[in-house]
Each structure stands twice: as structure tokens, then as C-alpha cells.
């Protein structure tokens, strides 16, 4: 307000408490789908707004992951134009984002990481991209879309250099090898489990034996250390533990009731295996798939699992009920 005498009367200004960054949204969405700590412990999120006529998103990021998600304590936050499926870290200011428009978007951290700015939007996919991967030691990644194909992007170059069309129904999930930056494993709804080699041109993928060959893999995750080892889980809630050498027994587990949205290894040096599914409920198993931790806090779809970095017992969830739980795991049932 300005007074008679023309000066600016400073008692109507209120400060604000939170200094929220400018370009964040007023407001999260409700569905938050996915979430990923980075190594130094900052939290990323990714929400969708799945009612209304318009599908939007955005993505939030935390250095206290303790106040998400109070949108008045996120150091960075943008709106998207549609809603977010999947969200990885690139180094450390990089964000890739897969989205319900098909497109791979990635967007980086600015003005002291309190601004996130928009590097590419790329609409490569014909339909919703459902799951992105990076590739270890380049500046590439792995996109899996409802459209049924698998694409390698060259981040640097903004391009896709390859698309794969070997599934037959929309791809439900890609995970990178942390080892070999030729390798990658893809599931999808055609219930087939695949194994993939950049370095094999002519036939890149070979299908991998599975449990229950009629029951569609949900969700895939590499062990962090073994070059040999993953963890996928099923539509019928089973989490399975597979050798890809045929050197260790696969060990199985009917960890939920309904199919397993996603897995997570923590960063131990035998690593733990956190599970999420649809049946709201979240589970902590040690390497030979024996339960520690049973939380059933949600009330609707788990969605997003992450560990926090070196060695750390806790970790993440996030879900369609809008909560961000915090979970940690007794120190003995780990090995740091």
C-alpha cells in the first residue's frame, strides 16, 4: 500500500517463511508415483494428477526428505505437462523424466539447484513411456513404453539411436546392468522376461527362463554387485531372485497379495531387497528372500521405492495416497 506522502507502507508485506522457489507448482498433485534419492542424500519426487481432464505432474526436489511433501519446504519444483511414470538422477544436477505423453524429457538443476530448467522434450514413444533406466559410466539411457518398444537414447545428442520391437505387448520395465553398459534386462505384459546385449547386433535379446512362464513379470531390478544377479516380481506378488549363469538356485517368494510395483537393493555389501505393490503394503528381504520388515502404512498403491546412498538401513516410499514414508531396517539384520 502506498500512503498520501507517497511512501510504501512495509506493514501490510508478510515475509515468506518458506521461500518457496519461484516456478514451483502451488500445489502436488495427489498420485505420487516415483521417487529416487541422490548420493547425497537430496530427495527427488515425482507426482501426477490422474483425475480431470487434463493428466498434468510435476517434480519436487528435497534436501530435508523428512518435510516432504510440504510443498513449502522443496528446494526446486516444476510443472510438467503430463504425468510423471518414472524419474532417475543424471550426475548430479540432471533429472530424466518418463511421461504419460510418450515423451523423455530431461531437466536440470539451476541458480543454486532452486530452479529446474527444461533441456529436451523429445516425443519418440507412441504411447505412455513407462519406465526409464541410465546406462552406467555414459550419457545414455533406456526408455520402455506402452507402445511395446524399448529405445536407447543418446542424452548428449538428444536422439534416439536405436528402438527395439521385441515385445508384443507394452513394456512394463527396463533396468541397466551397474556393471556392463551393454546390458539391460526388459518384462513387459507379453509375459516375457528378456535379457539384452548392445554388443550382439544381429540378436540382442534372449528370453530368460522364468518360474511361472504364464505369469507376466511386473517389475525388474539389477543387484548392485553381482554382474550375474537380478530380482523381478510378478502380477501374482511373488519376488524371485535369478542367477542369469545358472550358478546359484533362484530363490522365489509370495512377498504380497496382489503384483509387485517395484523393487529396490540398498547399497549394502549384502544388500537388502525392499518390495512394493498394489496391495498397499511394503517388505524388507534379506538375499535368501527372508522377511525383516512388513509396513502396511498406505492406504492405496505403493508406487516409488528408493534407498538412501552408502550403506544407509533406511529408505523410502511413495504412493498413491500422497504419503512419503520413511522406513528404517534393524542394523542387525544388515551388513554394512
Known amino acids: 500500500m502506498v500512503l498520501e506522502n507517497g511512501a510504501l507502507d512495509t506493514g501490510m508485506i508478510t515475509e515468506n517463511r518458506w521461500s518457496i522457489p519461484p516456478n514451483a507448482p502451488a500445489c502436488m498433485e495427489k498420485h505420487l508415483d516415483c521417487a529416487q534419492y541422490r548420493a547425497d542424500g537430496t530427495l527427488l519426487l515425482g507426482a501426477s494428477s490422474l483425475t480431470g481432464r487434463c493428466w498434468l505432474g510435476s517434480i519436487w526436489v528435497y534436501n530435508e526428505p523428512g518435510k516432504a511433501p510440504n510443498e513449502g519446504f522443496c528446494k526446486a519444483g516444476v510443472q510438467t505437462e503430463a504425468g510423471v511414470t518414472d524419474l532417475k538422477w543424471v550426475s548430479e544436477k540432471g533429472v530424466l523424466l518418463a511421461s504419460d505423453s510418450g515423451a523423455l524429457e530431461l531437466w536440470e538443476l539451476s541458480e543454486d539447484e532452486h530452479l529446474l530448467e527444461n533441456r529436451f522434450s523429445k516425443h519418440d514413444h507412441d504411447n505412455i513411456v513407462t519406465s526409464v533406466s541410465t546406462v552406467a559410466g555414459a550419457n545414455s539411457a533406456v526408455t520402455?513404453?506402452?507402445?511395446?518398444?524399448?529405445?536407447?537414447?543418446?542424452?548428449?545428442?538428444?536422439?534416439?539411436?536405436?528402438?527395439?520391437?521385441?515385445?508384443?505387448?507394452?513394456?512394463?520395465?527396463?533396468?541397466?546392468?551397474?556393471?556392463?553398459?551393454?546390458?539391460?534386462?526388459?518384462?513387459?505384459?507379453?509375459?516375457?522376461?528378456?535379457?539384452?546385449?548392445?554388443?550382439?547386433?544381429?540378436?540382442?535379446?534372449?528370453?530368460?527362463?522364468?518360474?511361472?512362464?504364464?505369469?507376466?513379470?511386473?517389475?525388474?531390478?539389477?543387484?548392485?554387485?553381482?554382474?550375474?544377479?537380478?530380482?523381478?516380481?510378478?502380477?501374482?506378488?511373488?519376488?524371485?531372485?535369478?542367477?542369469?549363469?545358472?550358478?546359484?538356485?533362484?530363490?522365489?517368494?509370495?512377498?504380497?497379495?496382489?503384483?509387485?510395483?517395484?523393487?529396490?537393493?540398498?547399497?549394502?555389501?549384502?544388500?537388502?531387497?525392499?518390495?512394493?505393490?498394489?496391495?498397499?503394503?511394503?517388505?524388507?528381504?534379506?538375499?535368501?528372500?527372508?522377511?525383516?520388515?512388513?509396513?502396511?502404512?498406505?492406504?492405496?498403491?505403493?508406487?516409488?521405492?528408493?534407498?538412501?546412498?552408502?550403506?544407509?538401513?533406511?529408505?523410502?516410499?511413495?504412493?498413491?495416497?500422497?504419503?512419503?514414508?520413511?522406513?528404517?531396517?534393524?542394523?542387525?539384520?544388515?551388513?554394512?
Open 144 to 336: 520402455g513404453s506402452m507402445d511395446c518398444r524399448i529405445k536407447i537414447w543418446d542424452l548428449g545428442q538428444e536422439t534416439v539411436v536405436t528402438t527395439y520391437n521385441a515385445h508384443t505387448k507394452p513394456v512394463s520395465c527396463v533396468s541397466c546392468s551397474p556393471q556392463e553398459d551393454a546390458l539391460f534386462i526388459s518384462c513387459g505384459q507379453d509375459g516375457r522376461l528378456l535379457l539384452w546385449d548392445r554388443r550382439k547386433p544381429a540378436k540382442p535379446a534372449s528370453r530368460l527362463d522364468m518360474e511361472s512362464p504364464d505369469c507376466c513379470p511386473t517389475y525388474v531390478a539389477w543387484h548392485p554387485h553381482q554382474r550375474s544377479t537380478i530380482a523381478y516380481g510378478d502380477e501374482l506378488g511373488r519376488v524371485v531372485l535369478k542367477d542369469l549363469q545358472g550358478s546359484q538356485p533362484t530363490v522365489t517368494k509370495t512377498a504380497h497379495s496382489r503384483q509387485v510395483s517395484g523393487l529396490a537393493f540398498s547399497t549394502h555389501s549384502t544388500p537388502l531387497l525392499a518390495s512394493i505393490s498394489d496391495d498397499c503394503s511394503v517388505a524388507v528381504m534379506n538375499s535368501e528372500l527372508e522377511e525383516q520388515l512388513r509396513d502396511r502404512r498406505h492406504q492405496d498403491f505403493v508406487r516409488g521405492v528408493c534407498w538412501l546412498h552408502g550403506g544407509s538401513d533406511s529408505f523410502t516410499t511413495v504412493g498413491w495416497d500422497h504419503q512419503v514414508l520413511h522406513h528404517t531396517v534393524g542394523a542387525a539384520t544388515a551388513k554394512a
